[in-house]
T-cell receptor
């Protein structure tokens, strides 16, 4: 069966520090991968998606970047965090239309 | 462009009552999929139910059913016999017909089940 792993679960980082969040998928190949951000009590904002290795599409220009170095690995990064980068980050993968996306357990990022 | 609208930011419902969470959508695609997700306080996103645009019958999954009214572009989630564990944020979502189409989400409805 397919599983998705996302870490760390929580992170507190100072303003100006770098960021690296990792997401890996098991049990499938060539998945579409997605990074979403959710501000407190708000909906989900799509940040990046990838349909293959090295292929990244950005939905919202911002302080973040994404990379897909391997088929089942998706990384969200920042060189210098801003206070506004705080939020709940969710990784997801999708393949079969009828089941939508499967989400990771999320990373709660607080920039201080 | 596709759009999902959830007009109820919050709802309070007595335990064991049925709940209807509203969702309307807009799309120019003839083929599309509609989803509902549940997000408890832990933050995980749990897939609840799916409805295809060409499905003639409303989707059902246990206590969840999707009241699909295509002409009105409505896809309401109905939870029968609500339980305390149903307290969570609920998101309506939609996706186009192609594998690479992205899912778009509504802003969500926070459901509180009262004992």
């Amino acid at each position: 069966s397919q599983t998705i792993h996302q870490w760390p679960a929580t992170l507190v980082q100072p303003v100006g520090s770098p960021l690296s969040l990792e997401c890996t998928v098991e049990g499938t190949s060539n998945p579409n991968l997605y990074w979403y951000r959710q501000a407190a009590g708000r909906g989900l904002q799509l940040l990046f998606y990838s349909v293959g290795i090295g292929q990244i599409s950005s939905e919202v220009p911002q302080n973040l970047s994404a990379s897909r170095p391997q088929d089942r690995q998706f990384i969200l990064s920042s060189k210098k965090l801003l206070l506004s980068d705080s939020g709940f980050y969710l990784c997801a993968w999708g393949r079969v239309l009828t089941y939508g996306y499967t989400f990771g357990s999320g990373t709660r990022l607080t920039v201080v | 462009a596709q759009k999902i609208t959830q007009t109820q930011p919050g709802m309070f419902v007595q335990e064991k009552e049925a709940v209807t969470l509203d969702c309307t959508y807009d799309t120019s695609d003839q083929s599309y999929g509609l989803f509902w997700y549940k997000q408890p306080s832990s933050g995980e996103m749990i897939f609840l139910i799916y409805q295809g645009s060409y499905d003639e019958q409303n989707a059902t999954e246990g206590r969840y059913s999707l009241n699909f009214q295509k002409a009105r572009k409505s896809a309401n989630l109905v939870i029968s016999a609500s339980q305390l564990g149903d307290s969570a944020m609920y998101f309506c979502a939609m996706r186009g017909p192609n594998r690479d189409d992205k899912i778009i989400f509504g802003k969500g409805t926070r459901l509180h089940i009262l004992p």
